[in-house]
């Protein structure tokens, strides 16, 4: 004989997720009558499900004539023998968080809860059409690890049921996300000007189209392109900036920078490591030591005729003529006694 299963003495064995299929006498077999066998939800290969020419209906038993399924004997409830075609809802799939990124390197996101009442559980499948596919889990979240910063992922989501041939959902829509961009690093800085100040940018490791923001952190203010401070970030990519940034007209004393950046979707990571001060000062006060003393008279002095374009000869032409010269002295002695006032 072909039987698929056989049941003899008492044993009542609960019979779940099988195929029954090709077996020319029985697909299942019960000898024993005092027994009822359970076989839902099981697969007879045919949506007409199996074949049970005998009717004991009147002793609470099933009759299913017109199946074209494998034959069983009475006293098997292989009620629920409907094939499963309908995949788990919602479908098609739906998002309860949309990807976001969770740091640098990572993106993370929730399907909605599907359900299926016909033959759960229900399981889940990211699929990354920039990103990393997660296979098949029972879990709703994932995190796509291992990415790159400030750089844009897409997946989308599926869900399928337990059905021996598992029914999926439609994907979900694609949604993406950037990741963070990394934390600039601590700016160097440098004295181009009595008043003036150049930040260069850190981009650490970040890619072209990272946007950065630099502040002076003593004034509260921004750097904007024409070096002229605002209240307001201005958010330039790298090349934009030249690498550097500017701030002029800035007042005596000493300053120190940050510099912020965000990504694609316009969020900021923290400021930098501040970077050393360095001052800045009153007219006059070639030595920087924020007063306008005889010392600087005679530094001045030493430097007559000096190229101003070498090192910090710049800061010798007070008058700002491309010389240093005994106009330069008058202008320090015109500003004797001036100090920052720190």
Not at 76 to 103: F, G, I, K, R
């Amino acid at each position: 004989k072909s039987i698929g299963i056989r049941i003899i003495g008492d044993s009542a064995p609960t019979l779940v997720s099988n195929d029954f299929l090709g077996n020319t006498d029985y697909g299942v077999e019960n000898n024993n009558m005092s027994v009822t066998i359970q076989a839902r939800g099981n697969n007879w290969d045919y949506s007409s499900g199996p074949y049970d020419p005998s009717d004991d209906r009147a002793t609470g038993g099933l009759y299913n004539p017109n199946g074209q399924g494998d034959r069983v004997t009475d006293g098997v409830d292989y009620s629920d023998w409907e094939l499963d075609l309908q995949p788990p809802a919602p479908n098609p799939m739906t998002w309860s968080a949309a990807p976001y990124a969770s740091d640098q390197g990572s993106i993370s996101m929730r399907a909605a809860a599907a359900t299926d009442s016909t033959t759960p559980p229900v399981s889940y499948c990211f699929v990354g059409t920039s990103g990393s596919n997660s296979g098949w889990q029972p879990v709703a979240d994932f995190t796509d690890a291992g990415l790159s910063p400030n750089t844009h992922y897409s997946y989308s989501v599926t869900a399928r049921d337990s059905a021996n041939t598992p029914n999926e959902t439609e994907p979900s829509t694609e949604q993406g996300a950037y990741t963070l961009a990394n934390i600039p690093g601590a700016p160097p800085v440098e004295v181009v000007a009595l008043t003036s100040i150049e930040i260069v940018i850190d981009p650490n490791a970040n890619p072209d189209h990272t946007e950065f923001a630099v502040r002076c952190t003593n004034l509260g203010t921004y750097a904007t392109a024409a070096g002229d401070p605002a209240p307001d970030p201005m958010w330039l990519p790298l090349l934009q900036w030249n690498g550097r940034a500017r701030f002029n007209n800035l007042p005596p004393g000493d300053q120190s920078f940050v510099v912020l950046a965000r990504n694609g979707d316009s969020i900021e990571t923290p400021p930098s490591p501040q970077s050393d001060p360095k001052r800045t000062s009153v007219p006059g006060d070639t030595n920087f030591d924020c007063v306008v003393n005889v010392l600087d008279m005679l530094l001045v002095r030493s430097m007559l005729s000096d190229d101003t374009t070498t090192g910090d000869n710049w800061r010798a032409d007070l008058n700002n003529d491309g010389n240093i010269n005994v106009l330069d002295m008058l202008v320090v002695r015109g500003a004797l006694g001036s100090a920052c006032g720190i």
